[in-house]
């Protein structure tokens, strides 16, 4: 028996998630869908992973009308997690006819417009939104369900002014969900403003601490790629992710790796939107093995398979290191977590030691390490210019080769 039939969805919807493939609800599945079903305003915690966009997107398929108008409203803080949510949904409204679209900002605005006309749901991102909303070309009076999704990726990323004009510009007898991997005070703050006696559920972690191992390496920062190129040639792994703290510096560790005969791809907030949906796509079917990715790929993505992560800078905030180690060890797999820290990152180790006391990070001897070739900064700039090329201008000197 499938076991979403336990939780108050329709044979329909049952139906279509058994087609997808799930027999048993999340716990923040199971805990969240009575109460969307019933038209409660919820507040969800769960991590990135956990299948929020599921437990939501039950509510906007069983309670949208085919040819209404728009009706259900989800707002995302990325173009890519726009475009995932949008496919998902998709997917569970099988066979009901809903147009269902994704708008947001980095592509053409004329085809949004025509397609808003149409469509019952709609998932954006706030910017192109409100954009669509000053011009008269989006109308939510209609809508009946609004969906803040990865709510504190809002308040990081400096959305919510965009959001709460979006909020107060829809009508107010609506249902309203709030979904999150962390649920913070400012959430908490947003939420008492505008949701009508939220019910507040929390789902556990899907990480399984059991078969995550977390390692770090002590190194001199003009070593870390070198150390990195060779943990990348000798760990044997599946897909890895490469975090870092900027585009630039993203973009020097791509090249770097590549020169070094690494199979890598770069994803960050200052690529066109074609090409970060090729990237993933090209990650997810394992044509790239090797993603370096600022914090954009952290939470919302939906990649599967990751057997290590890779911390080539820790973030400022220990709350992102977590969302970043929860892309392995997902799902009963095992996965590994592998920090290199320099000087300049032991104030953030010291404070994800501190706020995560539960967390076991082994301390490796660094291995011998051979010098390898580095990026050329033009390289890097020609690469930023074609996207997936590898080869670049001449050499003028600079960053020198790590010694």
């Known amino acids: 028996m499938n076991l979403f039939e336990n939780i108050g969805l329709n044979s329909l919807l049952v139906t279509t998630i058994k087609r997808l493939g799930f027999e048993m609800p999340t716990p923040i599945q199971k805990k969240s869908i009575p109460y969307i079903i019933k038209g409660r305003d919820v507040i969800g915690e769960s991590a990135t992973g956990s299948g929020k ?3 939501f997107g039950c509510g906007i398929i069983e309670n949208t009308v085919f040819r209404h108008g728009l009706q259900a409203l989800v707002l995302t803080p990325t173009r890519e997690l726009a475009e995932q949510v949008k496919e998902d949904l998709k997917k569970l409204s099988y066979k009901q006819n809903l147009t269902i679209i994704a708008v947001y900002g980095g592509v053409a605005i004329g085809p949004q417009i025509r397609d808003l006309s149409k469509a019952e749901v709609v998932v954006a991102t706030p910017g192109r939104l409100l954009d669509h909303l000053q011009r008269g070309t989006v109308n939510l009076s ?3 369900i609004l969906v803040l999704d990865e709510a504190d990726r809002m308040f990081d990323m400096g959305f919510i002014d965009d959001v709460e004009k ?22 908490n703050d947003l939420a008492n403003s505008y949701m009508n006696s939220p019910v507040k559920v929390s789902g556990v972690k899907m ?24 943990l990348l040639r000798h760990e044997k792994s599946g897909l890895v992710m490469v975090f870092c703290n900027t585009r630039r510096n993203t973009d020097f560790v791509v090249n770097t790796l590549r020169v ?7 994803i960050h907030g200052g690529l066109t939107q074609s090409k970060r949906t090729k990237t993933i796509d090209l990650f997810n079917k394992a044509k790239m093995t ?7 790929a952290a939470r919302g993505l939906h990649v599967e398979n990751v057997s290590h992560v890779y911390n080539y800078e820790l973030p400022k905030d220990p709350k992102d290191y977590v969302h970043r180690i929860g892309r392995t060890a997902r799902a009963g797999e095992e996965g590994k977590v592998i920090n290199l820290l320099s000087s300049d990152d032991h104030e953030s180790f010291t404070k994800i030691l501190r706020g995560y006391s539960d967390f076991s990070i082994e301390n490796v001897k660094t291995p011998f390490l051979q010098r390898i070739r580095t990026a050329r900064i033009e390289v890097v700039r ?3 210019r ?5 080869r670049g201008p001449p050499r003028r000197g600079f960053p020198r080769r790590q010694r």
């Open 207 to 230: 990480v399984d601490p059991s078969k995550l191992k977390q390692v770090y390496y002590d190194v001199e920062r003009n070593m870390k790629l070198s150390l990195l190129t060779h």
């Open 260 to 266: 070094n005969d690494i199979d890598a791809i770069a």
């Open 290 to 296: 090797v993603l370096v990715c600022t914090d954009v």
């Open 142 to 144: 209609k809508v009946k």
């Open 166 to 187: 979006i909020i107060r510009a829809s009508q107010k007898k609506r249902q309203t969900l709030f979904f999150s991997a962390t649920i913070t005070s400012r959430v």
């Open 386 to 390: 074609r996207g997936f090329s590898r």
């Open 53 to 55: 966009t599921l437990a």
């Open 382 to 384: 020609s690469s930023i």
